[in-house]
């Protein structure tokens, strides 16, 4: 069992920056392959970006890749998101999630989820 929290989200205009935190406590959070998603008001969760475990290989959505980054620091337990360049269509609560049963992109597969944290990119 892992529990997942969300943090850092918040307003910012278009162009700017945020990075999310999702602090996990719980088992070993180094074993788990780890995913975040967002979910615009009125539309369906979606894949926004993996991490692998050891070899922290990564996987993006084409409508973020160059502008976010996904990265985990395995020593305190947290996941992150850099999002850089933001627009207005990426306003959404952003969750994150743990140990999907195949690949990365389809969230029913997940087991754990956050809360999420709401971002908001006005234009």
């Known amino acids: 069992q892992v529990q997942l929290v969300e943090s850092g989200g918040g307003l910012v205009q278009a162009g700017g920056s945020l990075r999310l935190s999702c602090a996990a406590s719980?088992?070993?959070?180094?074993?788990?392959?780890m995913g975040w998603f967002r979910q615009a008001p009125g539309k369906e969760r979606e894949f926004v970006a993996g991490?692998?475990?050891?070899?922290?290989?990564?996987y993006y959505a084409d409508s973020v890749k160059g502008r976010f980054t996904i990265s985990r620091d395995n020593a305190k337990n947290t996941l992150y998101l850099q999002m850089n360049s933001l627009k207005p269509e990426d306003t959404a609560v952003y969750y994150c999630?743990?140990?999907?049963?195949?690949?990365?992109?389809?969230?029913?597969?997940?087991?754990?989820w956050g809360q999420g944290t709401q971002v908001t990119v006005s234009s």
């Open positions: 999630a743990a140990n999907p049963r195949g690949n990365y992109y389809d969230y029913d597969l997940y087991n754990y």
């Open positions: 719980g088992r070993a959070f180094s074993s788990y392959r």
């Open positions: 991490i692998s475990t050891i070899l922290t290989n990564t």
